[in-house]
């Protein structure tokens, strides 16, 4: 019989009455998902079903911070207060984060200070951005000195990105993931991590993607910081990431190792997850002894002593994971011989000529060029697919590529793709794509998403701008955006299910996200019910996910 884990749950929110009767007077919701019927005891149903001895409640998004600085203050207070009153009814099951009312600073000092100090609460609940102000904001240095100097604990919820309110599904299984690892970014570059180190932090939904952007976002922050690893080792001591819907095997390895398993807390979503998620998640981290080689009693240290330790201010240094028992599955089809990612003529040319290299596919990437005006860019398109087909005569087709096209020019576009393809026999297309800005449903023309699905070809997916740090400014990991995209708007299912798609620049993103963008390739703006029957009969019981398999089969060129 499998062993039965008790459990202290640090994801657990309240959506009490009067709060949902204020958010239907504002017209406000979350992804357009129903409110949940929610009141104290049914959380402990579902506690004592899944054997969750206390839960450390909050606010979920869209927070309390809403109309006027003193709307926010007496919702804020009320909800702290529900709270209090939740824990001294039932002392030994609940805890709870209290919510302040950030960005007005000033109160939000007032209100940590009563909920620590008065109400006696575990911490303070943050959401990764209010109206845009993110962690690091530097108006905020004021709060964060308060909580560093009583050790506080704050636990960060993901909230909509700002401008993409109406993005619907792609808000849940995407973007509010993001914006969590966005607020961790913007922290650190605000340099709060050395400033507030005694803060211990609980980022719900593992973080988002930090685990997997991490690396890459250490190697970019040492070219103005040298010190900025050993900086990050230490501060990751008190960094906690929770379990809430990170429950796939093409997840939990990357979890594990962000820093190592006592630095794992459970969460599991309860007061707007269902039962089914819940149990998903309880059964993923229950089996790791078998898939990972981990013991019960750091499964154990993953479901309650690690925020017992937590709470009680004993923190254990970081013990890194042995990397080769957290195997992820097999994912992505690479040949090594064949080099997909290159825009460099000249490195193109030494690499063929050195042998290790069987072939390299050519691209263009000139941010600049997308700044000129639409004769200019025919233009310098026309004659990089040009110098293409003169180099694959030259090496014999040892170097090809992928023809560049513009796709704000889409009849054109087309045009060139036939050209390239037919005349000059160039064996791919480029798209150079900038999507994040755009409302939901602006994507490719109709006319360039059928030409890219006729052509029998390979396509490489490409940002327009991948420079700076992941997920600020102008790097938003575009490629990612594509396929999460094309698959909610039904684009891919109806155009691309032949199309072998490149993804550029993903940082490793895409075998993290496999499994929810799966959902995204069953669901759509309106509902479905054949697509969802479709989702439980492939996903559940065949086992044959659709979205996740095309995902695994795509080429992945970071």
């Not at 509010?176 to 932090?201: E, M, R, V």
């Amino acid at each position: 019989m499998k062993k039965i884990y008790k459990k202290w749950d640090l994801h657990h929110h309240i959506v009490p009455e009067f709060y949902v009767t204020e958010m239907k007077k504002m017209g406000i919701s979350v992804a357009g998902i129903q409110w949940p019927d929610w009141n104290p005891q049914k959380s402990l149903k579902i506690m004592d079903k899944f054997h969750i001895e206390k839960a450390f409640v909050s606010i979920s998004a869209p927070g309390i911070y809403f109309r006027d600085t003193e709307f926010s203050i007496a919702l804020s207070r009320k909800c702290n207060q529900y709270i209090a009153d939740m824990i001294q009814e039932y002392p030994t099951r609940f805890g709870g984060f209290g919510s302040v009312t950030l960005p007005d600073v000033e109160s939000a000092i007032k209100e940590a200070e009563y909920v620590l100090d008065d109400l006696k609460l575990d911490g303070i609940a943050m959401l990764s951005n209010v109206e845009g102000y993110y962690l690091g904001h530097q108006s905020f240095e004021p709060f964060y000195e308060v909580l560093n100097n009583r050790k506080a604990v704050i636990y960060v919820h993901p909230n909509e990105v700002p401008g993409k309110k109406d993005f619907m599904f792609l808000n849940p299984l995407y973007l509010w993931q993001n914006d969590t690892t966005t607020a961790i970014l913007d922290f650190i570059q605000s340099g709060f991590h050395l400033k507030f180190p005694n803060i211990k932090w609980v980022f719900s939904h593992g973080g988002g993607i930090i685990s997997t952007l991490f690396p890459a976002v250490v190697e970019h922050l040492k070219l103005s910081n040298p010190k900025i690893e050993s900086e990050l080792d230490t501060w990751k001591n008190q960094i906690f990431l929770d379990t809430a819907s990170k429950a796939y095997d093409d997840q939990l390895p990357y979890l594990l190792s962000f820093s190592d398993w006592r630095h794992v807390v459970f969460g599991g979503d309860i007061g707007w997850a269902n039962e089914t998620a819940v149990n998903e998640v309880i059964k993923a981290y229950s089996s790791i002894d078998e898939k990972y080689e981990m013991t019960e009693e750091q499964i154990k240290d993953i479901f309650m002593d690690n925020a017992q330790r937590l709470f009680s201010n004993k923190s254990l240094p970081i013990e890194a994971p042995v990397l080769s028992k957290l195997k992820l599955p097999e994912f992505g089809k690479l040949n090594d011989k064949i080099c997909y990612h290159c825009h460099d003529e000249v490195k193109a040319i030494e690499m063929i000529q050195s042998g290790t290299t069987e072939k390299v596919y050519l691209s263009i990437d000139q941010p600049e060029l997308w700044t000129l005006d639409v004769e200019e860019r025919k233009k310098i398109i026309f004659e990089f697919n040009n110098r293409l087909a003169q180099l694959s005569q030259r090496y014999e087709n040892r170097i090809n590529g992928f023809c560049a096209v513009d796709p704000f020019i889409p009849e054109w576009s087309v045009q060139e793709i036939e050209r390239c393809i037919n005349e000059l026999k160039i064996e791919g297309v480029c798209l150079t794509i900038d999507m994040f800005k755009d409302d939901l449903y602006t994507f490719l023309s109709s006319s360039l998403i059928h030409k890219i699905g006729s052509i029998d070809k390979p396509v490489l997916i490409h940002p327009r701008y991948n420079k700076g740090l992941v997920l600020t400014g102008e790097n938003r990991l575009e490629s990612v955006f594509f396929i999460a995209k094309s698959f909610y708007l039904d684009i891919y299912r109806r155009n691309w299910l032949k199309t072998e798609f490149i993804l550029s620049h993903t940082y490793g993103s895409m075998q993290y996200l496999s499994q929810p963008f799966n959902l995204l390739y069953y669901l759509s703006p309106k509902i479905k019910i054949n697509r969802m029957l479709a989702l439980i009969w492939e996903t559940f019981i065949l086992k044959r996910p659709k979205g996740y398999l095309l995902i695994k089969n795509m080429k992945i060129v970071d």
